[in-house]
Each structure stands twice: as structure tokens, then as C-alpha cells.
Nanobody, 127 residues
Framework: RERLVESGGGSVQAGGSLRLSCAVD????????IAWFRQAPGKEREGVAAIATESGRIYYADSVKGRFSISQDNDENTVWLQMNNLKPEDTAMYYCAARGWQPSCPNPPRRPDFDYWGQGTQVSVSS
């Protein structure tokens, strides 16, 4: 069974919205940092949002502040990423990631800080 499974990607026009979900294995979800990263072709993977599941503390990259919102559902062990006012530059593969049972999130979240990754879900935004 995979630890993290993303869903919700798709194709939208600029200005549209999508909601991504990350279903997390219960043992991985508790007292951990869950983050959303994205990677566009030819670019490095960047952290866009993260949430500490125990404290609820949240991080956003400057590029998505005011447009993206990360939230958690402790009953379902799920982390959501609501993406509004999408722009063509948001086009990327989006990945959900978890640290190795670290209750806090690094600021900013960096790829080496996370031990577990989902398979990714594609988001495409047309102008």
C-alpha cells in the first residue's frame, strides 16, 4: 500500500480552480509534515505549501500566497490543496510528500527534507 496518493489534477483555463487531495497512510500522517511540491519540465521541484498535521502550522511559497490554500482532514488522513486563480505558470506535476515522522515543517520545504513521495498528479493551465 502506498503511503501517499494524490488525486484531483486536470486541465483548466487561466483563472480557474482545482482541488488536489493527498490520501496519507495513517502511520505516516500522524505528527508529521505533509507538503505539496510541483515540478515543471526543465525546472527544479519546488515546495509550494506545507502543513504540520499536529500543530496545524502552515507554509506557503510566495508564488502561491493568496491563491492556494492547504488544509487537513484528520479523520480521513487527507491533506487538500485548493488552488484558485490558476495561472499558466502553475502548470506542473504536483507531488505530495511527507517527512520521516518529523512534527515540524521546514521553511521553506526542500526536497531533501522529505522521505516519502506520491506518484504525482498533473495540473495544466492554459491561457
Amino acid at each position: 500500500r502506498e503511503r501517499l496518493v494524490e488525486s484531483g489534477g486536470g486541465s483548466v483555463q487561466a483563472g480557474g480552480s482545482l482541488r488536489l487531495s493527498c490520501a496519507v497512510d495513517a502511520n505516516t500522517y500522524d505528527a508529521n509534515c505533509i507538503a505539496w511540491f510541483r515540478q515543471a519540465p526543465g525546472k527544479e521541484r519546488e515546495g509550494v505549501a506545507a502543513i504540520a498535521t499536529e500543530s496545524g502550522r502552515i507554509y506557503y511559497a510566495d508564488s502561491v500566497k493568496g491563491r492556494f490554500s492547504i488544509s487537513q482532514d484528520n479523520d480521513e488522513n487527507t491533506v487538500w490543496l485548493q488552488m484558485n486563480n490558476l495561472k499558466p505558470e502553475d502548470t506542473a506535476m504536483y507531488y505530495c510528500a511527507a517527512r520521516g515522522w518529523q512534527p515540524s515543517c521546514p521553511n521553506p520545504p526542500r526536497r531533501p527534507d522529505f522521505d516519502y513521495w506520491g506518484q504525482g498528479t498533473q495540473v495544466s493551465v492554459s491561457s
